[in-house]
């Protein structure tokens, strides 16, 4: 029986590999612009960056991270023993975690230094139940700055993300952005324990998971599915309620920017997103007409205390990710599907196979040139090789033919205007265009 993939993981097969990468180049140039420089961490690192980085307490680092064994801790595992903690990796869920690991190794952000504004695009792992727009391996393109604590960088990631999201082609009637601050460590504490409170006066009500919740991280609760958690999880206390002065300004000034930028939002006090490093700033962009449930194509926040948390000096961050499977998504909602673009833009076909070795050097001459090319590799006839160059969308298709060849000639046929000339066979690259 032929070995298929486990649901959860997809091929990108070449139209759809080829529109990722146009994803991605969009991505950096538009980021680019921004000041925004690539960096690339690997995809595994040691379980504990995640653990302290994005909460035990999550779903994704509690029930969804991949754990990657080598075949000698496999072996240590199977015997009995024990594996040391620096040797349990564990594939990336999210990219947040190893780019600030990869900046407090190589002190990125030195003291009094200009903020580090990094992007990466990759996949990532999270061992969901997988459903349509919700996959074990899925790619993110994703922003970082740290260094910075001024409401601008928020801003300014928010207005980038939403001016991607445009450039795409994703209508911005069809897509929401929801914005919020969390407080930070002075002012969530005292918010905490009132949503706590909250909960226990209304444990009846809430699922096992609420009331379990409710001990440990009371706010992952506002993430939880189940209707009747729902209903009570809507009249909880809201944060803006408990926000300290400075936090309340921070946000405040962050919405003024975005205001500013002429972008639209919608004010949503329960958005907590399912990462316990945010401080202030949280966000998402939510697409409205997409056939997925899934519908969060990407979000982020601020987190002031991880760059601490994973080991290093003080050092304020923001950013966000996105999702490329779920823009797709929101992207065929809108009419705008991945479409099969041509691969050659000249197929050089002959008329006998004796021509090959002429064949051969006119498309290597055209590829030196920069034009895409190719040729017969099979066993076809004329006939059938214009059906190729057909097939391939090749916008001409030069033919060799004996007698033509023998003067120095070869016809070219003009796929789009239908029209057909003799052009010298030395100079096909410069006739052409
Ligand atoms: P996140 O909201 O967990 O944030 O993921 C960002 C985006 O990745 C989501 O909005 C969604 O489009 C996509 N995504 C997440 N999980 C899946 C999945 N299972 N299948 C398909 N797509 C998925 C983060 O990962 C943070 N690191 C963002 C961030 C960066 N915050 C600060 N800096």
Same mark, same amino acid.
């Given at each position: 029986m032929a070995i298929t993939l486990p649901s959860g993981f997809e091929d990108m097969l070449p139209a759809e590999a080829r529109f990722y990468h146009g994803f991605v180049e969009t991505a950096r140039r538009i980021f680019g612009a921004y000041g925004y420089v690539p960096i690339i961490t690997p995809q595994?690192?040691?379980t504990e960056l995640f653990v302290r980085g994005i909460g035990e307490a999550t779903d994704v680092v509690s029930k969804e991270m991949f754990t990657a064994i080598s075949g000698e801790n496999l072996n240590t595992l199977l015997g009995g023993g024990h594996i040391k903690s620096k040797s349990r990796l564990t594939l990336r869920p999210e990219g947040t975690a190893g780019v600030v690991r990869a900046v407090v190794e190589h002190d990125?952000?030195?003291?009094? $230094?200009?903020p580090a504004k990094l992007m990466y695009a990759g996949p990532m792992f999270r061992a969901e139940r997988p459903q349509k727009g919700r996959l074990r391996q899925f790619n993110q393109i994703g922003i970082e700055c740290l260094g910075a604590e001024a409401p601008s960088v928020d801003a300014e990631g928010i207005i980038m993300l939403m001016r991607f999201f445009s450039e795409l082609g /994703?209508?911005?009637?069809?897509m929401v952005l929801l914005v919020n601050s969390m407080g930070c460590e002075k002012c969530r504490p005292a918010y905490r324990d009132a949503v706590r409170a909250y909960m226990a006066a209304h444990a009846e009500k809430l699922c096992d998971q609420c009331n379990e919740r409710a001990q /440990?991280?009371? %706010?992952?609760?506002? &993430?939880? !599915?189940n209707p009747a958690c729902r209903e009570v999880m809507d009249a909880a206390p809201k944060i803006t309620d408990y926000l300290c002065d400075e936090c309340r300004d921070h946000y405040a000034t962050v919405l003024a920017y975005v205001d500013a930028a002429g972008i639209s939002y919608v004010e949503d006090? !329960? %958005?907590?997103?399912?990462? #316990?490093?945010?401080?202030?700033t949280v966000f998402e962009v939510q697409a409205? @007409?997409?056939?997925?449930? =899934?519908? $969060? /194509?990407g979000g982020g926040g601020r987190y002031d205390k991880l760059v601490e948390e994973v080991g290093g000096r003080p050092t304020p961050g923001f950013g966000f990710a996105l999702g490329f499977e779920r823009c797709r998504i929101a992207l065929e909602a809108a009419g705008k599907g991945v479409s099969d673009a041509p691969s050659c833009t000249v197929f050089v076909a002959t008329v &006998? #196979?004796?021509l090959k070795p002429q064949a051969f050097g006119l498309v290597q001459r055209l590829r030196d040139a920069g034009v895409a090319a190719d040729m017969n590799? =099979? @066993?076809?006839s004329l006939k059938s090789q214009l059906k190729l160059a057909n097939k391939l969308q090749a916008r001409f298709v030069a033919v060799l033919g004996p007698d033509e060849l023998a003067e120095g000639l070869v016809t070219v046929r003009d796929?789009?205007?239908h029209t057909e000339r003799t052009v010298p066979f030395d100079e096909v690259e410069s006739a052409l265009f």
């Open positions: 595994v690192e040691v990125l952000v030195p003291q009094g $230094a200009a /994703i209508p911005s009637e069809s /440990i991280n009371p %706010l992952r609760a506002f &993430d939880c !599915k006090p !329960k %958005l907590v997103r399912g990462l #316990d490093y945010y401080t202030r409205l @007409d997409s056939s997925s449930a =899934q519908n $969060a /194509i &006998d #196979d004796s590799h =099979q @066993d076809r796929m789009v205007g």
